[in-house]
């Protein structure tokens, strides 16, 4: 069974820096032909994506964290990181984990990050 397990979440101050984890268990070798993402919702607000890392490592960031955040993944640990610099107080919200591959959709319990101003 697939899981992901989001960590490295918590209370920052504006202009600070996180950086999240996501460690994903059973999926064996299907790791490296997954795609895997991170999105966020703040509450009242629909689920967004953040960052998006392909099986081939092509990257896409979403232009409200543009220059700030970085994903990264390794596929040897099974785990997908975003690091996040210049945090801003929109930046609140629960941060998920997401592994795609063909038509299914895994989803991590997510992290909560709150950036007070």
């Known amino acids: 069974q697939v899981q992901l397990e989001e960590s490295g979440g918590g209370l920052v101050q504006a202009g600070g820096s996180l950086r999240l984890s996501c460690a994903v268990s059973?999926?064996?070798?299907?790791?490296?032909?997954?795609?895997m993402g991170w999105y966020r919702q703040a509450p009242g607000k629909q689920r967004e994506m953040v960052a998006v890392?392909?099986?081939?490592?092509?990257?896409d960031y979403a232009d409200f964290v543009k220059g700030r955040f970085t994903i990264s993944r390794d596929n040897f640990k099974n785990t997908v990181s975003l690091q996040m610099d210049s945090l801003k107080p929109e930046d609140t919200a629960v941060y998920y984990c997401n592994r795609r591959l063909g038509d299914s959709d895994f989803w991590g319990q997510g992290t909560q990050v709150t950036v007070s101003s």
């Open positions: 059973g999926s064996g070798p299907y790791f490296r032909l997954s795609d």
């Open positions: 890392i392909s099986r081939e490592s092509n990257i």
